[in-house]
Structures are given as C-alpha cells and as structure tokens.
C-alpha cells in the first residue's frame, strides 16, 4: 500500500523531470550545420587536429582548419569560417602525386569527379579573383615594339594561387622604362605590384 | 579523200567525247577537292553544313572564302607579291592594300626583290616586314606550311604581319581613316593601326585621342610619316606615298615573280593557309565557335550552352551526354579538337587523361610547364590535373581564354557561380597546369 501511494506521489514528478530532459536535449542538440567533401573521401581527415569523416557536422561558429593526407596525394589545408547562422559547404580535394594517386582516382570514379568539380570550380574562383585583384588582367598581353606586359604566377607567394605577378618581356633597352611608364599610364602604381623581369635585350635577341 | 575525211570526222568526234570525258572527270575532281571531308563526316556533322552553322574545319577555317575580305589588292601592286598579300589578307580577314601598303612603307617605298636579303634596322626590326623580335614572338604565323615560323620568311611574314594588323584592332571592315583625324576610336581607322605598327600600340593609346591631329604632339616624326605615307599610298592606289618618303613604286625588282631564287608566294602560301598555322586557327575559331563570348556564372545544363555547342558536343561524346557533362571543362576541349578535326584522337575525358595523352604524344604535342601568359600561343590548350582550357587570344571583351566548369557528379555546385557552359575565361596558371602546343601530324 505505502509503496503504491509513493509510486503514485514520485510518478508525475519523474514525468516532468523527464519532460524537462527532453526538452533540455532538444535545447541543445544541434543539427549540423557544415558540410564537408573530401576527395578522396577515405582520406585521413583533421578538423582543428580532432579526427573526423567528411559529410554533415555541427561545427561552432569560427575560424577552423581542415587538413587531410593520404598515401599518394599531396596534403590539402583548407581553412574556412562557419558562420553564425545559415549551412555551410567546405569542399577540399587532394591532388595526386604519384602513379598511385592517380591510379586510385581513376579506380573511383565517384571520387574522381568530385575531385574534378572541387578543382574546376576553384581555378575558376581563382581567375575571378585575379581579375578582381589586377583588372588590368584584361588587358593583357599588352604587346608594343620594345616590350610586353603578361601575368602569371607569384615567385613571391608561390603558395597563394590567387596572387599575380606582372610579367614584363623587355626588347630593347628602352623598354623597361616604356613598359613602366604605359603601367603608369594606365593608372597602376609599379611599386605596388610584383614585377618579373625577362630579359630579351640582353640576350642579344 | 572520202576516207581520210570520216578518219577527220571520226577523229574529231573521238576528240569531242574525249574532251567530254576529260571536262567531266575535271568537275568530278574540283567537287571532290572542294569537299574532301564532307563525305567523311557524320549525319550529325552534315546537319551542322546544311543548317549553315560554322562548323569549322582546316578546310573551311582559312581556305574558304565564307568572310571574304573587304577590298581588291590594287593592280599596281607587283604581281610578284599579289597573290602572297591576297592570302593573307584573307586568311586574317582584312583588307589586302593595308597589308601591301605597310609592306612598301617599310622598304621606304620600293618593291624589293622577293627573295630579299631583309634589312635588320638599328634597333633591331627584320624581315620583310621590319617586325620586332616581341612583336614577332606574340604574332609569329607559318605562312608557307614549313611547320616552322621564320621572321625571314616571306611568306611567314606576310601571314603574321596580318595577323598584327588584327592584333591591333583591324577587322574587315577596316576604314582607311583620314588625316585630319587620324586616330578616332570608332571605328579603328587603318591610319591609327598604321601608327600602332610603326610605334606601337601603347604609344599610340598614350599619345593620341580621337580628336588628334596626325601630328599629335608626343609622336615621333617618323611615325607622323608613316602614317602619311600609308594613307598616300592607299589612295593614290600605290601610285605614290608620302612626298617626305622616296618613291621608287613605279622601278619593281621583279614584275614577273620570276627572279632567280625568288620565293614563290603562290605555292607558299596555298601551303601555308591550309598548314599546320591553319590548324592551330581552327582551334581558336573552334573555341570561339562554340563557348560563349561573356561568361556565364552558374549556367550548366544543355539548355544554357551556346546553340552550336548543343548540336556539336553530341558528335563528340555521344547523343544525350549527362546534364552535368555540359559545363565539363575536359568535354569541352575534347569537342573542340575532334569537331575541328585538328586531333580526332583526343581524349574525351578526363583531364588527367588527357594530359598523360598529350604529354605521351611528341610527335603531335609541344608540351612545357606554363609560368606566365608570355609563354602562350593562341590556339595552346592549358592543362593541370583537374582542370583544362584553350588560350585564344586576347578577345575583345577582356577574355582571353574559352573554358567550361563542371557542375559536378552530384551536382554539389549547381548553385555555384563557378560553374558554367564553355564560355568566356582569362587565363591562369595557379597550380601545375602545362602547356599542350599542337604541332600538326594528324
């Protein structure tokens, strides 16, 4: 008898305190909120240096760092910043750099196409931002008698593949100073921008 | 008497049927020449011909005559030179007499020897068109289809001195222009494309606006001259140039084209239109054919490609290709080199493919690692591990490439603004692309 009125006096406040559990869990679970694609996608992968797998996460909000090896690929970072509100994609492929490599790709298909799209897309982000960076991009090759301005890649930040170096192909000992001065013309400071020099004069050409 | 006249009539039929015979097969060749790889082509490809879409070709590329150009070479121009500058005007698509008229300009208004020697100037333009050696680097054309260009030359010359004319902005539709305003923008003017050769395209962008006079201050004399002296010679119709200029126009070297160890521009030259200078254009036309000229974020399906590109890249990778095979930057090359018929083995895909396939093909490819865009050629195709393009030149809204951006397997990109049908692109060269430069073999 004692035990049933105790049973029936505890009942309703085990209800509640499971009611308010619930409700405390469903506070605080999150649904994740950052996707991460990896090619390819068995590749050892380091979230701020904790070991996760790629697919649907969810990750504070913040500056984090993405790493990834495998046997055969070079190693990919990838930082990113997970925003306070909305889904984010992370996409961070691995280039092979030996027969394996690419023999594993091409093994997996899936993985290869990912691999391809992932590439794709950023070498097309990157020329954007280029253009955006030097718009002076557009105009070039400037091909004149004595000289000719190109672009291509940074020596000074080989690792940066957005940054450009003008480069500048001299004919005649007066063409560096003519290239400098249609760059002046054209209203881009030379100082400001890292300039290679190829030297044809010299050559005796 | 009776005998030997039905032996004359018998023989003199004999002679008509022959020569029937002999018109008939004639026009079997002729047709046979003017298509020869029309009966080679796909129902498909056939199609493309007969709805009048520009399906370009080695054939139709440089040796039609769909876009012919404005303007007649003057007959004062020495026939030794007529059909040469004839050629090559028309392979550039601009008017022959700008050709001719830079061409007496230069060799101070003579008519030299066809077969030169070529002056060097002191700082240090040669050949028959005075190029210098940058100028030359970025415009050098085969013009005699040797598969080699050489700024001595004649004919390679010829072909490249139009090349720059282009280059500097002449179409054909070119007008000559005036000396009161020598230098307008809209249209171009030869006069300011004249000037631009003479002393270069910056110089006349720095020193000159559309409402200079020819004399704009900040010109050099002789630019001033030059200028001058192309204009007199045009319209005088090569009778004479700029009085400041000597005039030996009337004393030609060679009016028959038959000196001694003379080149022969005819021969050279149908060579060097349909050579390997004419395949590498088929590509860049091909490009440019087939790839919008803006570009074209997040675009990616069938329905967004360019009309010639959705009836062509079936003949390449198949009838109904994958929604996402449309913004394949590999597929994209891959139709271009196989419909223009330049390497019908290429690749189809994948990028990586295909660069194992150019790099193990020396006999076709040219093939070094790209540092910088002076290193380009139009018609090079690009290519890193995952991704690939062709350089076309610079184009007159900025581009200077073609390319495509795939949407992906799983279409991850679809809302992406990086992924787009072939279509407008500048170069890069971030990462550990190699340049693929074909060198003709197929």
């Known amino acids: 008898m004692q035990t049933s009125r105790s049973w029936r006096r505890l009942a309703p406040v085990l209800l509640a305190l499971g009611v308010v559990v619930i409700i405390v869990l469903i506070i605080l679970h999150k649904s994740a909120n950052t996707t991460i694609y990896l090619a390819p996608s068995v590749a050892n992968l380091q979230l701020d240096g904790k ?20 046997t055969g690929f070079s190693d990919g970072t990838k930082s990113f910043v997970v925003p306070t509100k909305g889904a984010t994609k992370v996409f961070l492929a691995l280039s092979p750099n030996s027969v394996v490599g690419e023999q594993w790709y091409a093994n997996h298909p899936d993985d290869n196409n990912l691999y391809q799209s992932i590439v794709q897309n950023e070498a097309t982000s990157t020329s954007r931002e280029q253009v955006t960076r030097l718009p002076l991009i557009k ?18 930040n080989p690792n940066d593949p957005v940054a450009t170096a003008l480069y500048i192909t001299v004919y005649s000992a007066a063409g560096k100073q003519q290239a400098i001065q249609w760059l002046t013309f054209k209203g881009y400071d030379p100082t400001l921008y890292e300039i290679v020099y190829i030297d044809k004069y010299s050559d005796g050409l | 008497m009776v005998t030997r006249c039905n032996w004359a009539v018998k023989a003199r039929r004999g002679q008509a049927v022959a020569l029937a015979f002999t018109a008939l097969f004639a026009v079997g060749c002729l047709v046979t020449y003017a298509r020869p790889a029309y009966a080679q082509l796909s129902q498909s490809q056939k199609d493309l011909f007969a709805e009048q879409i520009h399906y370009f070709n080695v054939e139709e590329d440089v040796c039609g005559s769909a876009d012919a150009p404005s303007g007649t070479l003057s007959q004062n121009v020495p026939v030794a030179y007529r059909d040469l500058f004839t050629k090559a005007a028309s392979a550039a698509k601009i008017n022959p007499n700008y050709l001719a008229a830079l061409f007496v300009t230069e060799h101070g208004n003579a008519w030299p020897n066809p077969a030169g020697p070529w002056a060097t100037s002191p700082s240090g333009a ?10 030359w680097d970025a415009y050098k054309t085969d013009g005699d289809g040797d598969g080699k260009t050489d700024v001595q030359n004649l004919a390679d010359a010829a072909f490249s001195a139009a090349k720059l004319i282009v280059g500097n902005g002449g179409t054909s539709s070119t007008p000559l222009g005036n000396l009161t305003h020598p230098y307008t923008h809209t249209p171009l003017p030869f006069t300011y494309i004249a000037g631009a050769y003479n002393a270069g395209g910056g110089t006349m962008e720095q020193y000159t606006t559309p409402s200079s006079p020819v004399d ?7 630019t001033i001259n030059y200028v001058k002296n192309v204009y007199y010679l045009v319209t005088t119709d090569f009778q004479h140039g700029n009085p400041s200029y000597g005039n030996a126009l009337g004393t030609v070297i060679d009016n028959t084209g038959g000196a001694a160890g003379a080149p022969s521009p005819s021969g050279a030259t149908t060579a060097g239109s349909c050579g390997v200078g004419a395949v590498q254009g088929s590509i860049v036309q091909t490009a440019l054919n087939l790839a919008w000229d803006s570009s074209k974020p997040n675009q990616w399906r069938k329905a967004d490609a360019k009309p010639s590109y959705q009836k062509t890249m079936p003949t390449v990778h198949g009838t109904d290709p994958p929604e996402n095979y449309w913004s394949d930057c590999g597929r994209f090359v891959a139709t271009v080199m196989r419909s223009s018929g330049v390497d019908k083995n290429y690749v189809l895909a994948t990028t990586t493919s295909q660069r194992d396939y150019v790099k193990s093909h020396p006999e076709l490819y040219d093939v070094m690692p790209a540092s910088n865009t002076s290193q380009f050629a139009a018609g090079d195709i690009l290519i890193s591990s995952a991704h690939t393009y062709i350089y076309v030149g610079p184009q007159p809204d900025g581009s200077n490439s073609r390319s495509a951006s795939w949407v992906g397997a799983n279409e991850e990109f679809a809302g992406s603004p990086s992924s787009f049908v072939p279509s407008a692109y500048n170069a890069n060269v971030a990462g550990d692309y190699i340049i693929a430069r074909f060198k003709g073999g197929v």
């Open chain 1, 51 to 70: 070991t996760i797998k790629p697919g649907g996460h969810y990750i504070v909000p913040g500056k984090h760092t993405l790493r990834a090896t495998m």
């Open chain 1, 139 to 156: 105009e070039l090759p400037h091909v004149d008698n004595f000289y000719r301005v190109d672009y291509g890649k940074s020596l000074k």
């Open chain 2, 126 to 135: 040669n050949g028959p068109f005075q190029f210098m050696p940058g100028t």
């Open chain 2, 216 to 222: 704009a201050p900040g010109l050099s004399k002789e």
